[in-house]
């Protein structure tokens, strides 16, 4: 916040933050500074590709598509990986997510118009019951430690994580608006 007015505002001196303790590890740390970092072209190229390979071999049908699916989309981690057959629906500009409050982190109903792309991976994913990407068990599938691993290893990007495209994505169209708000030319 303090940083924020600093720039926008200019007219705060103070930090409302200043004397305040914070306890925390490195790990805590760690996280919130990997948490900032995300996907450049060359990276996500790499793991477009990486995916591609992936398809062609043993892996699971879902783990391309659901990389794929997100790097179009940028929807949370729970969103993809939850995401129910019901919820995706024809409108008059042509396919969107319905999702309901009880799915979405803030609580609200929230939808999504789809670009072709992303309808075209959903169209390939052949899955049984309610889930488009199941697990094993019925319920959502897990992107482990195994994909990520194989994505990290056949792409070289080593800080490779499904989040890191919503991040990614909100980097981009934050870009794309100047100092006061407005869109650049």
Known sequence: FFNYCE??????KTSPMAGLRFTFDEQDLFRKHEDLIYHNDEELTAIWRAIE??????????????????????????????????????????????????????????????????????????????????GRTGKPFDFGTNARTTVRMLSGVGNFSLKRFRKTITTRLNELRDADGNLLP
């Open 53 to 134: 390979k992936m398809a062609a071999g043993d892996w699971s049908p879902f783990v391309e598509s659901i990389v794929k699916f997100s790097m179009l989309t940028g929807l949370r981690n729970a969103n993809v990986l939850g995401l129910q057959k019901e919820w995706i629906k024809p409108y008059d500009c042509g396919i969107r997510i319905e999702y309901p409050k009880s799915a979405m982190k803030m609580k609200r109903d929230w939808w999504l118009p789809l670009s072709p792309q992303a309808v075209d991976v959903l169209n390939r994913v052949q899955s049984k019951g309610p889930l488009v990407f199941p």
């Open 7 to 12: 720039i926008k505002i200019k007219s705060v």
